[in-house]
């Protein structure tokens, strides 16, 4: 599958964003979806995923409460909400497709086949 995601920019702290991600190439509603982010000299790291329908998700404690992923299955794409956004919160944010079929979600990067490019959100203070 092809991720494309977008969305990403340069905000003030306690603003928002809403990133989004489009895939192609394979059928997308079978398959856990999820984001990722990384820092300058930090290691990717986990911020949230969503099962394949859509009705079970996972956040990592640092965006609990602020973030929120959701997918629309009709549209091939899944999202994600940031309020209350903090500097912080300053990384490229990937997302991901499961490797495994109609299960998930699931929080660990080596869950997950295929990643889209990356979009980068910087929250100044």
């Known amino acids: 599958v092809q991720l494309q995601a977008s969305g990403g920019g340069l905000v003030q702290a306690g603003g928002s964003l809403r990133l989004s991600c489009a895939a192609s190439g394979r059928t997308f509603s079978g398959y856990a979806m999820g984001w990722f982010r990384q820092a300058p000299g930090k290691e990717r790291e986990f911020v949230a995923a969503?099962?394949?329908?859509?009705?079970?998700?996972v956040y990592a404690d640092s965006v609990k409460g602020r973030f929120t992923i959701s997918r629309d299955n009709d549209k091939n794409t899944v999202y994600l909400q940031m309020n209350s956004l903090k500097p912080e919160d300053t990384a490229v944010y990937y997302c991901?497709?499961?490797?495994?079929?109609?299960?998930?979600?699931?929080?660990?990067?080596?869950?997950?086949?295929?990643w889209g490019q990356g979009t980068q959100v910087t929250v100044s203070s």
């Open positions: 991901a497709a499961s490797k495994f079929i109609y299960s998930g979600p699931f929080g660990r990067s080596a869950d997950f086949g295929s």
């Open positions: 969503i099962s394949w329908r859509g009705d079970n998700t």
